[in-house]
């Protein structure tokens, strides 16, 4: 029976901590013959890297240990052995330039092991591979029990079975919970290791927050701030009267310094009245007029105002057919086009609108993104393929005219956002404009929607806004938390997909 614990502390290895060090560690492997480092060695460890070395000590003694170098990653994955990699137990392999934390030990004394000591350390070399801006932390783990299985099975068998939980192994079973992903097996790896038939396994943990190349400007954001705006249908008397509005918004959002300014679909509908007289076809169409003005527009204020537009959408005729389409104004001056790729009934029996034919995501200076128009967001399979494109925010402006309508776009949109583990944020038109035909009545309340788990709120409504109300909202939102959701989240959607039975994938159009 353990004694009682009265405290519990994780910190950097000293080397007055040595005698009780060696104590731990010659009852941590009994079934290794003078299994411990000397002192000398630890000195030389504590010379050339202090920080990459752990003890956690229960009532102030040394109970476990986690000892690092830092290694070039093609020397971690190549076929080596405990001697090679410590350079003969000098240490000369320790690279201060090299990108990968090699675990060279890390043991519990036994009397100690079943409190999750362990789990302690591993938690800290991990913080220690992404302070330092690591790639990954490698090593190669024993497998103890591998002796009693193998007359009836070969390495590779027996880590399936360990992995399928069919065999608990003390080494390999922990490194797996701990999110380590099997790289290789190793033969020859420890000499005189007979309970694991002197194999290894090569293991590895990816940090993902790793940045190959640190940049001292322009470097990606994490926290990334959204400027949503719900805008009020009202008669315009031209397109500058437009523009002043527009202008407006998007002044107040960059003011705040938001890095997107979305714009919600046709809102640029007041136009329209002037040409009311027409069919509601041949009046649209007639808006298409305008189109490239307002892009070329745009592009002006989202380098004036150095920040990244999402135009909403507009009508776009093009051969003969009318689309419903916006534009990403990029505050670098560039633009890309997006369309709305499913048409409702409505658009088609009022307008003859035709739907788009390409399906991307679209790269950032914060990361990549999807747009989506209304009624694309209530089609789980379009936003699936963007996420596997690795979108991280989708936009999605939208016009309903009733609160039915209201309620798909925001239902689907929340359900993208979980499905998918990305943000997604969604504007619309309020108001009414009884002059313009089709374009009567609408309802819409802005809101940015995030995944649902403990990183988020319990809700996973980051923020809304006052339901048919004229107003801006906006939002931060961090990426990293999308990354650390991927690996390690409570459940694991865009991992867990069964790729074996199902697929999707684009056609070519």
């Given at each position: 029976?353990?004694k ?7 910190r ?31 000195e030389?460890?504590?010379?050339i ?41 000098t ?8 990108d ?27 913080e ?6 690591l790639q ?7 497998i ?9 099975m070969?390495?590779?068998?027996y880590?399936?079975?360990v ?7 003390p ?24 309970s ?22 322009n470097?990606?954001k994490?926290?990334?701030r959204?400027?949503?705006i ?11 009267a437009l ?40 009046a ?11 892009r070329?527009?745009?592009q ?5 105002y ?9 009508p ?23 369309s ?27 990361g990549?993104?999807g747009?989506?128009?209304?009624y ?10 963007l996420?596997d ?6 936009f999605?402006?939208?016009l ?17 956002a ?5 943000y ?23 809101a940015?929607?995030?995944p649902s ?14 339901p ?14 999308l ?15 069964r790729?074996d ?9």
């Amino acid at each position: 029976m353990q004694k009682a614990i009265n405290k519990v502390e994780l910190r950097n290895l000293q080397i007055e901590d040595y005698k009780e060090l060696k104590n731990s560690m010659v009852e941590a492997y009994s079934e290794l013959k003078e299994a411990y480092w000397q002192e000398e060695q630890i000195e030389r460890l504590l010379e050339i890297f202090p920080e990459g070395q752990l003890v956690i000590l229960v009532d102030d003694r040394v109970v476990g240990s986690a000892l690092s170098l830092i290694v070039d990653n093609r020397k971690a994955s190549a076929t080596h052995t405990y001697e090679k990699i410590t350079g003969n137990y000098t240490f000369s392999t320790h690279d201060p330039f090299g990108d990968v934390l090699y675990g060279i030990d890390v043991f519990i004394h036994p009397d100690y092991r079943g409190l999750r000591l362990g789990r302690r350390l591993y938690d800290a070399r991990k913080e220690i591979c992404e302070k330092l801006n690591l790639q990954s932390i490698i090593f190669a783990g024993r497998i103890p029990r591998y002796a009693e299985h193998a007359k009836e099975m070969t390495p590779k068998q027996y880590i399936e079975k360990v992995r399928a939980k069919e065999i608990h192994d003390p080494v390999l079973s922990f490194q797996l919970s701990n999110d380590f992903h099997v790289i290789k097996v190793m033969k020859n790896y420890l000499e005189g290791d007979v309970s694991s038939q002197e194999y290894a396994v090569l293991l590895e943990w990816n940090n993902i927050y790793y940045e190959k190349h640190q940049q001292l400007i322009n470097t990606r954001k994490s926290v990334i701030r959204l400027g949503l705006i719900q805008w009020q249908m009202r008669p315009l008397n031209n397109l500058e009267a437009l523009f002043e509005q527009a202008e407006f918004f998007i002044d107040a959002v960059s003011g705040y310094a938001s890095d997107f300014a979305m714009f919600p679909e046709l809102f640029i509908a007041p136009l329209m009245a002037d040409y009311n007289h027409l069919s509601e076809a041949d009046a649209i169409r007639e808006l298409a007029r305008y189109t490239d003005s307002i892009r070329k527009k745009f592009q002006e204020f989202a380098i004036s105002y150095n920040i990244n537009i999402i135009t909403g959408s507009m009508p776009l005729l093009e051969n003969g057919n009318l689309y419903n389409v916006g534009f990403l104004c990029k505050r670098d001056g560039t633009s890309e086009m997006y369309s709305k790729i499913h048409i409702t009934p409505n658009e088609v029996f009022y307008w003859g609108m035709k739907g788009g034919s390409q399906i991307k995501t679209f790269d950032t200076d914060c990361g990549k993104i999807g747009i989506m128009i209304c009624y694309d967001v209530e089609f789980p399979e379009l936003s699936r393929l963007l996420a596997d494109e690795g979108m991280d925010i989708l936009f999605v402006p939208f016009l309903t005219d009733t609160q039915n309508g209201y309620t798909r776009v925001r239902n689907c949109a929340q359900a993208r956002a979980i499905e998918n583990e990305c943000y997604v944020a969604i504007a619309g038109c309020v108001g009414n404009l009884p002059k313009v035909n089709n374009m009567d009545i609408q309802f819409a309340q802005a809101a940015v929607f995030t995944p649902s788990d403990f990183a988020f709120p319990t809700n996973g409504i980051k923020a809304e806004a006052t339901p048919n109300t004229e107003m801006t909202l906006i939002v931060d939102v961090d990426v990293d938390l999308l990354k650390e959701l991927h690996e390690h989240g409570s459940v694991r959607i865009m991992k867990d997909r069964r790729k074996d039975l199902y697929q999707i994938k684009k056609l070519k159009p």
